[in-house]
């Protein structure tokens, strides 16, 4: 991947639609359609286009809750490897394992980083209906730790539910960033993103970034219109370095979101770290840049 020809790398990007399926519904995750209506479902060589014609990277994965929901994810992670492997120069495979499989779980996080060249996991602590920091979860921490992988975890309120009887089942206390803070002391080698603002926990999620080196904070999902002042206020100033910018595509476009940045009260020099330098120095996509190179 040649970062110096990218304007931003989006660190949050869903993928909702299968390279296999023939027809499409057209309102996106019925989970979410009731919060931000009808949403593109893309395939990945069609995010990949969507990317690299705005000269971005973005790095993509899905949301595997089969233990709560009892259906296995729409796209699976081997397709997202394989299809993101054929579009290295824009796109960046995360994996999702519930961790509700258990002994399963592990199982098949190491066969996805060994065989399938996955960069990093995703967790939706309140769509898998677990809490981050259950004993249950670690060996599966254990080998993303292991292999020197990030893991993005979900954080505060979320669309997926709202608006339904009981929220559809989702429990919001699970993604209380605070359960974060003992991941990220038992696994201090293992980088951490908190996805989103944190609401309504956003002073917690600052204060675990603040506090422990390798944990992040990406952007997704709220216009920045919408960011609390404190957020903005430690963006700019002692977590300049740690927050990335993420959009939460489909459900917030990267154009939206960025136009709304743009009129955001960002420092100069602040503002190319959040949109891109934070996460080439995360993802290693500037070593990996000279080993091409080399």
Known sequence: MDVSRLTAIDVHTHVLASVTEKERSGTGSDALAGVFGSIPELTVPELAEYYRERSMAAIVFTVDSVTRTGQEPRVTNEEIAEHAAAHPDTLIPFASVDPGR?????????????????????????????????????????????????????????????????????????SNPMHLDDVAVDFPDMPIIIAHPSVPWQDEALAVAGHKPQVYIDLSGWSPK?????????????????????????????????????????????????????????????????????
């Open 102 to 174: 258990g002994a399963a779980a592990v199982r098949t996080a190491r066969r996805l980083i060994n065989e399938h060249g996955v960069r990093g996991f995703k967790f939706h602590p309140s769509d898998q209906g677990f809490f981050p920091n259950d004993p249950a979860a670690y060996p599966l921490y254990e080998v993303i730790a292991e292999a020197g992988l990030p893991a993005l975890f979900h954080s505060g309120q979320t669309g997926v539910g709202a608006g339904r009887p009981g929220g559809g089942g989702i429990r919001l206390k699970y």
């Open 226 to 294: 919408y960011f609390p002042p404190q957020l903005v206020a430690q963006a700019n100033s002692l977590l300049k370095e740690k927050v990335l910018f993420g959009s939460d595509f489909p459900a917030l476009s990267p154009d939206r979101w960025l136009a709304d940045f743009a009129r955001l009260d960002i420092k100069d020099d602040v503002r190319p770290m959040i949109l891109k330098e934070n996460a080439v120095r995360l993802l290693g996509l500037d070593d990996s840049a000279k080993v091409a190179e080399a």
